[in-house]
């Protein structure tokens, strides 16, 4: 893990006990994930012209727009496993918890990598479009598996009908993708990478304030 450790535990602790804020955090986690999909489908077609209609990017664009749309059907799971319960549609299209400021976690994440791109890769577009692409997706997936496997431990421990395992496994395979596709680069990747994390460290320790402070609220008023 390159990444500096924050500590999502006490928030998704309370997100788990809380049925509403629950709700809405998978809202954001389909936000997110959809987010990365776009992102992809929007990037590959200024890649160096061999990978602009790649198989492994289309695969990867396409399990991240089924990651959102997975955390959307989870809202309905999470609805049919309270006893005799009718279906609430106030359920449907909740706001997600924090939007902004995920949004705005990726897009600093984004225009930072782009950024270092045009200072490594002067006069290349398509290869600063690549490393962005990369350089982004890695350090977001090694956070999203940091985040879901917590909210999978937690998930387990209370018996709820949200299994994150399948996910977590295509996560990790999408970061050895992204390091097979690295090797194209004429840079050090990894080197990179590090000094990416620092920085991804403070924006997502920003979202993570609020994701806290906001369910303390949201809790605390229910
Ligand atoms: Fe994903
Ligand atoms: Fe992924």
């Known amino acids: 893990m390159i990444l500096k450790k924050v500590d999502l535990k006490p928030f998704l602790e309370t997100v788990v006990e809380d049925d509403r804020l629950h709700v809405r955090w998978l809202e954001t986690l389909s936000l997110l994930e959809n987010m990365g999909a776009r992102k992809i489908h929007k990037s590959m077609s200024r890649f160096p012209l061999h990978l602009q209609r ?34 609430d549609p106030a359920r449907e299209n909740q706001s997600p918890l924090c939007q902004w400021e995920g949004i705005r976690y990726f897009q600093s ?10 200072e490594l890769l002067p006069g290349n577009s398509q290869l600063q479009t690549l490393f962005s692409y990369l350089a982004v997706t890695y350090v977001i997936e090694e956070r999203a598996v940091d985040v ?33 596709m690295a090797s194209e680069l004429p840079l050090d990747f990894q080197a990179e990478l590090e000094r990416i994390a620092e920085t991804e460290g403070q924006y997502f320790q920003r979202f993570a304030e609020k994701l806290s402070q906001t369910a303390l609220t949201v809790a605390v008023a229910g």
């Open 109 to 118: 994440l984004d225009g930072l990598c782009k950024r270092r791109s045009l």
């Open 148 to 180: 879901y496997g917590i909210y999978e431990g937690l998930l387990r421990e209370r018996d709820l009908p949200i299994h994150l395992s399948g996910l977590l496994k295509e996560e990790e395979g999408h970061m050895k993708e992204i390091l097979n």
């Open 54 to 87: 790649s198989e492994v990017v289309l695969q990867h664009a396409a399990e991240e727009a089924r990651h959102a749309f997975f955390f959307k059907k989870q809202i309905h799971r999470l609805a049919s496993q309270e006893a005799g319960s009718v279906e």
